[in-house]
């Protein structure tokens, strides 16, 4: 099965195995890439895995609100279920809980999976459609909810340190609160992408040489289709070696699973998950949720306010090719130089741990 799917924590797709078989079998297609003796590669075979994931999720979304509603066209002809009615009903059911911005994304990447399913049908109205909606979306003001990715990084050490001071907490209470600070810490000095921090896998993407770890994850598996090396801070070795040492034992299958980060049950843990455990470590800290993707905005903005004319630190770190990127999503703000610079950002002034 070629697709893969990742439920994000406010709705729910329709699994892969029970789409409509038309369509799951024109997806398949669309994704195959041919040997170098023929040229049957599929229409998005040259999208990297990220992309790819996320329009499979878009489109699961929308088949799962038609068949939770008796709507789903099971056994139609392919992409018989995108009409405008079903299309119409959906933007108006999503609308009232989601952004603007991310409608018209949505609505955006379900006309791409539709284009590809069937791309001898002529899928003007729905590109007019997403093109109305789009004029429409308003980036929401996030300014109130950044906060200093100095506090970030503070309150993943911290709670690091508070597992290892909870003498009465159980070991596996322990390791879940190590856990999800080393997770905040990390976010705090290199923000990746929710799906790269979950994938994290020990001796693959995250390798140890000497006493030094580094991140390593190949292009394929990052949104911007390059791929990500960074050498991790002097801080970061002794946290990462006593997580791996001592705290991931703890959880069950440590041994047979290479996934860094475990869930309480002894399984890999997944964006959901990963996404879940730092909204409610922020929320308790600054009385609001920080999820994985607002620590870039949260980096941005505080390498706006402190080195506002180094904007190439902020463009490094965070994969941007574009200074028109990171001004436009994030807040206007070269490798090894950058990430040292972004190092003495958060080791600038001393901490209180026991706070």
Known sequence: MIGRLRNPPSQKALPLPDWPRADREAWDAAQVTGNILD???????????????DLTRRYAYFLFFLARQGRLERDGAVAAS???????????????????????????????????????????WLRRLCKRIDLRAKPRDRRSDVVEIKDLFRLGRRLMYQADKADLSTALSRALLYRDGLIIALLSTDPLRSANITALEIGRTLIKDGTTWSLSIPA????????????????????????????????????????LWLSRIGRPLDDSSLYRAVCKRTREAFGKPINPHLFRSCFATSTAVHHGANLGLAMTVLGHQDSK???????????IDAVRAYQEVLLAEPEDQEQ
């Not at 079903?86 to 006309?111: E, F, M």
């Not at 990127?325 to 070269?334: I, L, M």
Request: glycine share 6%.
């Open 39 to 53: 040229d049957h590669d599929g229409i998005i075979s040259h999208l990297n895995a990220q992309t790819r994931d």
């Open 325 to 335: 990127v990171t001004t436009r999503h994030y807040n206007q703000a070269k490798m």
């Open 220 to 259: 394929e598996e990052t949104k911007a289709g390059r791929p990500h090396f960074a050498v991790l801070p002097d801080w970061s070795t002794p946290c990462i070696d006593r997580y791996v040492d001592h705290y991931r034992p703890l959880f069950r299958n440590a041994e047979a699973i290479t996934r």
């Open 82 to 124: 995108v009409t405008a009615e079903n299309i119409l009903d959906y933007v108006r059911s999503l609308g009232p809980r989601v952004s603007s911005v991310t409608l018209a994304q949505s609505l955006y990447k379900i006309s791409r999976v539709a284009g590809c399913l069937d791309p001898g049908q002529d899928w003007g």
